[in-house]
């Protein structure tokens, strides 16, 4: 007999689930912090192994079309949770704008349908998160080494790295606190790999013995775009800071002590100190006594410094999926439960010379997206349609058996990545809103398509850009006025229109 669960929510919606109890999928839902595509060897790039991630590859589908609505993180969380552009569930920057977890989100849908729900991690919300029965949180970007978690409300240090801290408390979720006889739905989220990129022991020697080349376009001048990015304030070698991002505890220029230095002295215990200046403390002197003496070469150095660190810390995340799927194969879970990976938007690895996120420019449009369900999704499949983190609440929804409620603004993927025929959409739309703090990155809007997108920057300036990505895949020069592509110019601006009209947007 199906179990049929009525409850409000939100906005007086009547919701049902009309799936069995014991059939319904769990959800997992793991969410890395600025984890590039590129830096996930499933998407071929060869900057790296992650064979646990991969495995979700394999064994389930990979998306190589997948992208945010906003490319930044807690914007990108708010959408995730509530299946809603920024303009609607409030959450359009980190800084300033404020998110009402009252609100309705999926989890607490699937909570008042019977499921057991927690948040482990890193969510970057404030507030008090709404419809988890257990969470176990960090408090804002949280820290690296020895940081504090707010277990149920309550703050406490725990000793240790961020990345497998984070994994301990999912599994003992998962074994020993929730309630075995219901389905459930975690977030797993862990803050790697975010700046300032500080890696666990075991890997801080990793890549000692490469040297990683800059992309091809890491010397970029800007000249085929506009203001905005020659205006950013995110270029690896021009911004990093020597403390915060290259692990110097005195500035090798002025010999100050660094932001970096005082951390050291205030979050490391005595082991951990030793470790770190075992690992950075010789590379940091010889180039004391090798300076660069070309700006070429030192912004090399710096870009060396930093892919070796985020990749670091990424193998950490890698330990923990590998950790989480091999307690759901001991434990007979891995049929029943659908396990996502993916990141709260994309990033640069030294693409235009830069790290951040935030442009509309595809490294930080797209974002990794793997899943797992072995009941409905073929091993090894690859999905070429666009698909947008509006879309994770309607889907994980309509797997539960749950009506979607009208005012989400996704679609579910469930029959996409069941390989049946669908009709799906044809471009997406972006809205990016915070300025000028912390990387001067201007507010604009845009849409893409398959082949073209058409962005625009509207704070400070009013500059159209339009990109062939086909003969363009890069985005190194703008053909907005190309008379070439006036037809096609024409088509994506009614395009944008329509969909600021669906989603609500009255941004022109």
Request: with cysteine; glycine share 6%; hydrophobic share 35%.
């Amino acid at each position: 007999m199906k179990k049929n669960v009525l409850f409000t929510a939100g906005m007086g919606l009547l919701m049902a689930s009309t799936v069995p109890a014991q059939q319904r999928p769990n959800i997992i839902f793991i969410m890395s912090d600025d984890h590039a595509y590129q830096a996930i060897s499933a998407y071929g790039h060869g900057l790296n192994e992650t064979p646990n991630i991969d495995r979700l590859a394999k064994e389930g589908v990979i998306f190589q079309r997948a992208f945010v609505t906003n490319s930044i993180s807690a914007p990108s969380r708010a959408v995730m949770l509530t299946g809603k552009f920024n303009h609607l569930n409030g959450k359009t920057d980190n800084q300033d704008s404020k998110f009402d977890w009252n609100q309705q989100n999926f989890v607490r849908i699937l909570q008042q349908n019977g499921y057991q729900t927690a948040m482990i991690g890193k969510i970057h919300i404030p507030g008090t998160p709404q419809g988890f029965d257990y969470t176990n949180i960090l408090p804002g970007q949280g820290q690296y080494y020895n940081p504090v978690f707010i277990e149920n409300g309550v703050r406490k240090v725990f000793p240790g790295y961020v990345t497998t801290l984070t994994t301990q408390f999912a599994l003992d979720w998962l074994d020993k606190k929730r309630d075995k006889s219901k389905p459930f739905c975690m977030l797993y989220h862990q803050k790697a790999p975010h700046r300032p990129w500080q890696p666990e022991a075991k890997y801080l020697n990793l890549y000692d013995d490469k040297t990683f080349n800059v992309p091809d376009n890491f010397f970029d001048d800007y000249a085929g775009r506009g203001t905005a990015a020659k205006h950013q304030k995110m270029e690896i070698g021009r911004d990093m800071e020597w403390g915060h991002d290259m692990k110097f505890e005195n500035d090798p220029y002025t010999n100050a002590l660094t932001s970096h230095g005082k951390e050291l002295n205030s979050r490391f215990d005595d082991k951990q100190r030793a470790a770190w200046r075992a690992a950075y403390d010789s590379e940091n002197n010889n180039f004391m006594l090798n300076k660069p003496e070309n700006k070429e070469d030192l912004f090399k150095w710096k870009f060396n410094r930093y892919i070796k660190d985020y990749l670091r810390c990424i193998q950490s995340v890698d330990d923990g999926v590998g950790e989480l799927l091999d307690y759901l194969k001991a434990n007979g879970l891995e049929e029943n439960t659908i396990i996502v990976y993916t990141s709260d938007q994309g990033f640069y690895l030294g693409e235009h010379g830069w790290f951040d996120k935030r442009f509309m420019y595809e490294e930080s449009l797209r974002t990794p997206l793997l899943i797992r369900y072995p009941k409905e999704i073929q091993a090894g499949m690859v999905c070429n349609q666009m698909i947008q983190n509006i879309d994770f609440a309607p889907t994980f929804l309509d797997y539960a058996g749950i009506k979607i409620p009208k005012d989400i603004q996704g679609e579910s993927f469930r029959n996409v990545v069941a390989g049946k025929k669908t009709k799906w959409r044809d471009a997406i739309y972006y809205h990016y809103y915070e300025y000028p703090q912390p990387h001067s990155v201007l507010p604009h809007y845009g849409v893409r398509t398959e082949r073209y997108k058409l962005i625009h920057f509207y704070d400070k300036v009013d500059e159209w850009e339009l990109y062939d990505l086909e003969t363009d895949p890069r985005e190194m020069k703008s053909v907005y006025d190309d008379p070439a592509y006036a037809k096609i110019r024409s088509q994506l601006h009614k395009k944008l229109k329509t969909l600021q009209k669906k989603y609500q947007d009255t941004q022109h």
